[in-house]
Nanobody
Framework: QVQLVESGGGLVQAGGSLRLSCTAS????????IGWFRQAPGKEREGISC????????YYKDSVKGRFTTSRDDSQNTVYLQMHNVKPEDTGVYYC???????????????????????WGQGTQVTVSS
């Protein structure tokens, strides 16, 4: 069974940068299938980045597009979420999850969906001060 551990969160000023890590252990995992989610205070968890298997591209939710990027280090079994120009509305707990891919047409309506039952970790808290 795959285990994912998120880290790298913290307090950052608006306009600053932060890099989150998601490190996998346990069974072999396709790192491309790791998606990023976040849960803002009082809101539902939402997917913000995942793979679009129709063309192999990385999907980013509109609210983070152009500011967040994902990358991977296969040697470390780690996927990163680089956050630039953060905003107070980016505040929340960030999670990563395996077996995640895009469902739907990004031009119309799309969302990151996990195949199977999600097994959420503790996440990592990001707080953006204004």
């Amino acid at each position: 069974q795959v285990q994912l551990v998120e880290s790298g969160g913290g307090l950052v000023q608006a306009g600053g940068s932060l890099r989150l890590s998601c490190t996998a252990s346990g069974s072999t995992l396709d790192l491309n299938s790791i998606g990023w989610f976040r849960q803002a205070p009082g809101k539902e968890r939402e997917g913000i980045s995942c793979i679009n298997r129709s063309d192999g591209s990385t999907y980013y939710k509109d609210s983070v597009k152009g500011r967040f990027t994902t990358s991977r280090d296969d040697s470390q079994n780690t996927v990163y979420l680089q956050m630039h120009n953060v905003k107070p509305e980016d505040t929340g707990v960030y999670y990563c999850a395996p077996r995640t891919s895009l469902w739907g047409d990004p031009a119309i309506h799309a969302m990151c969906v996990i195949d199977g039952r999600p097994d959420w970790g503790q996440g990592t808290q990001v707080t953006v001060s204004s």
